[in-house]
């Protein structure tokens, strides 16, 4: 079951990324914000701990969940409401704040995007807010390793654009070391031209070459 914490459309996101499933018409925002109430969440989440009591949560839609200012205060109300466990999906790029850390280590699972392992693939592939940089983002996962005690995992989405990519990503990976990696590529028409299963496979294999824990979707869905 999912919650989103923007419900906006255009998105509200930090990136643009060229895969993203929800069009590239948006705001590109880096100012957290409260865009929904947390009484409406509190009401939603009720009625679904009413029908499935114990059922897993996961914070995420329509842009950047970590923009959502009270998201700490939505992660309580789930724990609160009798739903199972939450996790949030995130695209790492506010992590460098200790306020969003904060809010984000409430969590049991934090579902973290990488899409690139350098600064120029980065802007290509995930064309960030001007506010928005590789380096800081990569410090601001680091953070979140070292401090927080829960789930962090790592959602990389791979396509022609970044496959590349793949050794440096894979090294970027081992330094942070997530406790699973999940790779997927693009499944509907967008900017990017998606990977063939064989392809993810073989990147796959290679991040298990790594040590690393990793899973791949063929026909991967996963954004944040
Ligand atoms: S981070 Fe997610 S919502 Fe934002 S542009 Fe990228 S894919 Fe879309």
């Given at each position: 079951m999912s919650v989103d914490p923007i419900r906006r459309a255009p998105k509200v996101c930090s990136e643009d990324c060229i895969y993203c499933m929800l069009g590239s018409s948006g705001f590109l925002a880096t100012k957290r914000s409260?865009?929904?109430?947390?009484?409406?969440?509190?009401?939603d989440l009720s009625e679904l701990a009413s029908i499935h009591r114990g059922l897993p949560i996961r914070f995420f839609g329509t842009g950047e969940t970590t923009l959502a200012s009270n998201l700490g205060e939505m992660i309580e109300a789930a724990r609160a409401s009798?739903?199972?466990?939450?996790?949030v999906l995130t695209n790492s790029t506010l992590m460098e704040r200790s306020?969003?850390?904060?809010?984000?280590e409430r969590a049991d699972v934090i579902i973290?995007?990488?899409?690139?392992?350098?600064?120029?693939?980065f802007q290509r592939i995930n064309r960030p807010h001007c506010d928005v940089s590789f380096s800081r983002m990569v410090r601001g996962l680091r953070y979140m390793r070292s401090?927080?005690?829960?789930?962090?995992?790592?959602?990389i989405m791979l396509m022609k654009e970044n496959e590349s990519q793949a050794e440096g990503l894979a090294q970027l990976c081992s330094d942070?070391?997530?406790?699973l990696i999940y790779l997927s590529t693009p499944t509907r028409p967008c900017h990017a031209t998606p990977l063939t299963y064989r392809s993810l496979q073989e990147i796959s294999r290679r991040f298990h070459r790594q040590g690393l824990n990793v899973t791949y979707?063929?026909?991967?869905?996963?954004?944040?």
């Open positions: 409260s865009l929904v109430s947390t009484e409406e969440v509190v009401e009798g739903v199972g466990s939450t996790a306020e969003v850390r904060e809010d984000l973290a995007k990488v899409d690139a392992s350098d600064e120029r693939s401090n927080y005690k829960g789930s962090l995992r790592l959602q942070l070391s997530p406790d979707e063929g026909r991967g869905d996963r954004e944040t």
